[in-house]
């Protein structure tokens, strides 16, 4: 407790950040209180929405469909809730089974283990609302809200706009206006939802990738396959390394070489 001097100005001014960070912590936890306080209200939701989970699901053509969840507690971002899914019952490009499957596996372990948010948001129209609210019920679940949110077009690149809200027991979607903050909460969960898909799917697509490439070549079975590309990495790699580079990889001799050189492309030993 310095009283004067260098040391004492060092320490009114750790107060001085000190109190400045509490206050602006305590202005965005407001922000964040009114945000959903606000979406509770539009929406006439059953229960203050504090801890949100949403959905979304992704796919190329049909192949490699996955989902994945995110979770806001407070209007933040909880990653350490976030649930990633590699969907195995649903037929290509049904996304209604797939919203089927992933909120069932979802709720039956969050049932078990006592662990379910307060509202779940889906991506999509009345259709997606009405198939959770089906998945839920089957379960048992009827208390926990549960809407839909419909952008303009079905698309997640149109930046802000007048989205419509389906809420379960309401005939008419809520439209909420552009500049609502509950609006903008919204289009951040669903929006993070998305992106954590998408970023899945092209994982799950570059794998099967470099699973095929490599499965194709004569002689070269799993695990061979595994030491080359903990070796090097990746296939391009592979096709690029001298055939001296990869013989050093345990297990590998000039026959596989020869069968990498063949299925993947000559290039400079």
């Known amino acids: 407790t310095p009283q004067k001097g260098e040391k004492k100005r060092l320490v009114d001014m750790a107060h001085s950040n000190a109190k400045a960070s509490y206050t602006r912590d305590k202005d965005a936890t407001a922000v964040r209180e009114k945000m959903l306080m606000e979406l509770q209200e539009r929406l006439r939701l059953r229960s203050y929405p504090r801890r949100i ?3 979304d699901n992704a796919h190329m053509q049909g192949s490699e469909p996955v989902a994945a969840m995110v979770a806001f507690t407070d209007g933040e971002k909880d990653s350490k809730r976030y649930r990633l899914y590699k969907l195995k019952a649903t037929d290509p490009g049904d996304d209604y089974g797939a919203m089927r499957e992933v909120l069932g596996r979802r709720y039956r372990k ?4 006592n662990n379910l948010p307060d509202l779940i948001v889906v991506d999509g129209g009345k259709g997606q609302l009405n198939a959770a609210v089906k998945v839920l019920g ?10 839909s949110l419909a952008k303009e077009e079905g698309r997640h690149d149109k930046g802000i706009t007048a989205e419509r809200v389906f809420v379960r027991e309401v005939k008419d979607a809520v439209v909420l206006k552009k500049t609502s903050p509950a609006l903008f ?12 898909a998408i970023t899945f799917h092209r994982k799950q697509r570059g794998k ?5 490439a490599l499965d194709a070549v004569p002689g070269i079975g799993p695990k061979k396959r595994q030491k080359l590309l903990k070796h090097f990495g990746s296939v391009k790699r592979i096709k690029a390394a001298s055939d001296e580079e990869i ?6 001799g000039q026959q596989d070489v020869d069968a990498l050189r063949k299925e993947l492309g000559e290039t400079a030993t």
Request: charged share 30%.
């Open 53 to 55: 989970e949403c959905f």
């Open 110 to 113: 969050a049932q078990e283990e």
């Open 138 to 147: 089957e379960l048992g679940i009827v208390t926990i809200d549960v809407i």
């Open 185 to 196: 909460l919204l289009q951040k969960i669903r929006d993070e939802a998305h992106r954590s």
């Open 208 to 212: 099967r990738t470099v699973k095929s």
């Open 247 to 252: 013989l050093e990889v345990q297990g590998v």
